[in-house]
């Protein structure tokens, strides 16, 4: 096993912070420069990773430090960002939606080649303002404050068969189909920079239980959908098959800031190439 793609449903709200201010907003979410949309950065998810390693074998480990190296010795692993794919949105007329769009599904589908997993996904770059793709159904589609007009896109059940590998739980792939919307990226970019819950968290003084350190912190929902991709350095494929024996008989990750206060736990789902390149 040379290469390997881990799938992160979130089970809880989750918080990869940026530590610095931006705007109203005390706390904000990481995102990516470019896009906006909110990001797991790799070197949080690659710390997580060794502390879940380091309570199965422990601290100084042998297999830890191969994997994920030491002061002065790179690790076996190379760790990228895990990438949104699904962002739950509030549906007005109805359960909430795994909200995408084309340039989410576009770029899923070029990093599943990189690893060696090509999958085939539909052309939807034409979709328009105000429309949305769906497995089946018709009429309009109310998410936050947006109205949208269904547009029945069948070739959607393979985008449904491709995600549903990143999913742990049965029960959530039966639901997929169900609940994938595919949105243009203008659109989903809205949601992805205004969609997300903002929070007020405050410290009281103990004996007169007054304000004494107010602050507004964003958070991703619960049941978003994330991926990130492991390489292996030649030499070292077999690590990737020992990193995977961590999460045999507990496959949940906690990722992000607020563990304390039950965030961050993901559902991880692992994906291992076959040919080895």
């Known amino acids: 096993m040379r290469t390997a793609i881990i799938g992160l449903l979130a089970e809880t709200s989750l918080h990869p912070g940026t530590g610095q201010v931006a705007g109203t907003v005390d706390l904000p979410v990481a ?6 949309y909110p990001v797991i950065p790799g070197s949080g998810l690659k710390g997580a990773l060794r502390d879940r390693a380091e309570q199965k074998w422990g601290k100084k480990a042998a297999q830890v430090e191969d994997i994920f190296g030491e002061q002065n010795r790179a690790g076996a692993v190379a760790v990228t960002d895990a990438r949104l794919l699904l962002l739950p949105v509030r549906s007005l007329n109805g359960h909430y939606k795994w909200v995408t769009c084309p340039y989410l599904l576009e770029r899923y589908a070029r990093d599943r080649e990189l690893v060696g997993m090509p999958v085939g996904l539909p052309e939807l770059s034409s979709l328009e303002n105000g429309r949305a793709a769906v ?3 018709q009429g309009q589609l109310l998410l936050e404050e947006l109205s949208f007009d269904l547009i029945d896109g069948l070739e959607l059940a393979s985008v449904c068969e491709a995600i549903k590998p990143l999913i742990r739980h049965a029960s959530v792939q039966e639901r997929l189909a169900g609940g994938l919307v595919v ?36 958070t991703l929902p619960p049941d978003s959908l994330f991926y990130a991709l ?21 496959p949940y990750l906690q990722v992000g800031g607020n563990e304390t206060v039950g965030q961050g736990w993901c559902v991880v789902s692992w994906l291992a190439s076959s040919g080895g390149e």
């Open 31 to 36: 995102r990516e420069a470019a896009t906006g």
């Open 135 to 137: 497995v089946q159904g």
């Open 183 to 218: 949105v243009n990226d203008d659109e989903f970019a809205y949601f992805a920079r205004y969609g997300l819950a903002v929070s007020a968290r405050n410290v009281l003084d103990d004996d007169k239980k007054t304000s004494e350190n107010l602050w507004y912190e964003e």
């Open 230 to 250: 492991l390489l292996a350095r030649p030499g070292k494929e077999g690590v990737l098959a020992d990193l995977a024996q961590v999460f045999s008989g507990r």
